[in-house]
């Protein structure tokens, strides 16, 4: 088989940064006959359309690109299947796809999904994986069906999750696993089997909601410091402190007494047991710096109560 034979007309659906390492990995190795992305949307203080990540790389490689609201209209569905793509690849891309859509490529729709399936299916699996604690996570490229994240797996890459990660550093890893892993299973895609996932070990990863983002010092240390490395960058665990709002970046679980929230030691905050290490830290309207940038500005913290 020539090179020109194994080229897939593949439509790619996605929207945020993760998506992108994807977008440009399959362009390199087959033919993106379209790229459908979310609506561009007012961001920003002047509130302008802003495109998303995958519309503008799409749009700098040349690449035709379409941002319906829905896919659910019969004239939108038409339109999809009129592009007589070999497959679709799905990766973060914020819009539920009707069957119609699902059964339109002749390999159907493949889902790259940034955790070991089936736990932490849903919203935010990086995040989730993260601030539960796990040993490891990693990537699936999933068969497309109507269920949330239901689909048989093709190919599968797993990661440590180590102290030194925080959700953005993950995205960052998964992301590019993601963009190889797909061209993988794209190469051998005639050849694979799915797997259906396993009944047991369902969890979700519901979205998370900025209501659970302020921290709880009264829980153990371990926890305290995931939850800090979990809604990093976005939303940002925060908490209260002597001169106001301060959001929290990076963290470790260290030994120490005190009462929760107490500082006991340069940016070392006890908790229910333990302490952490503040490491990274943004005050309201400053830009993000190590704690030792902060206590240069303060002045010693130790005693004061963050809450």
């Keep these: 088989m020539s090179e020109a034979d194994e080229r897939m007309r593949v439509i790619f659906m996605g929207t945020p940064d993760f998506s992108v390492p994807a977008l440009e990995a399959i362009h390199a190795a087959h033919e993106i006959v379209c790229v459908y992305t979310q609506p561009p949307r007012p961001a920003g203080r002047g509130k302008q359309a802003r495109l998303t990540p995958v519309h503008t790389r799409a749009e700098a490689l040349g690449l035709p690109v379409r941002h319906p609201v829905s896919l659910k209209g019969a004239e939108a569905q038409a339109e999809f299947a009129a592009l ?78 180590t102290d030194e990660d925080t959700s953005a ?63 990093s960058p976005f939303p940002g665990a925060w908490c209260e402190a002597p001169f106001g709002r301060l959001k929290l970046l990076d963290a470790r679980a260290v030994a120490g007494e005190g009462a929760p929230g107490e500082v006991i030691a340069e940016l070392s905050v006890a908790c229910g047991s333990g302490a952490v290490d503040l490491r990274e830290v943004q005050r309201e309207g400053k830009r993000t710096m190590t704690a030792e940038a902060l206590l240069r500005g303060t002045g010693p913290l130790v005693g004061s109560r963050l809450t």
Excluded: F
């Excluded at 061209?183 to 979700?204: F, I, N, S």
């Design 84 to 161: 007589e793509a070999d497959v679709a690849v799905v990766v973060a891309y914020g819009l539920i796809l009707p069957q119609a859509v699902l059964d339109a490529p002749r390999h159907g729709c493949l889902n790259i999904h940034a955790s070991l399936l089936p736990r932490w299916r849903g919203a935010a699996p990086i995040q989730r994986a993260l601030m539960a604690g796990d040993a490891e996570t990693g990537v699936c490229i999933m068969q497309m069906e109507a269920g949330l994240d239901t689909g048989p797996v093709l190919m599968r890459a797993a990661t440590s999750i």
């Design 169 to 231: 550093r993950l995205h960052d890893r998964l992301s590019q696993t993601g963009a190889k892993l797909i061209v993988e299973t794209l190469a051998q895609l005639p050849d694979l089997v799915p797997k259906p996932q396993p009944e047991e070990g369902v969890t979700y990863a519901t979205k998370i909601d900025k209501a659970e983002a302020r921290v709880d010092w009264s829980r153990p240390a371990e926890e305290v410091a995931r939850h800090i490395r979990g809604l």
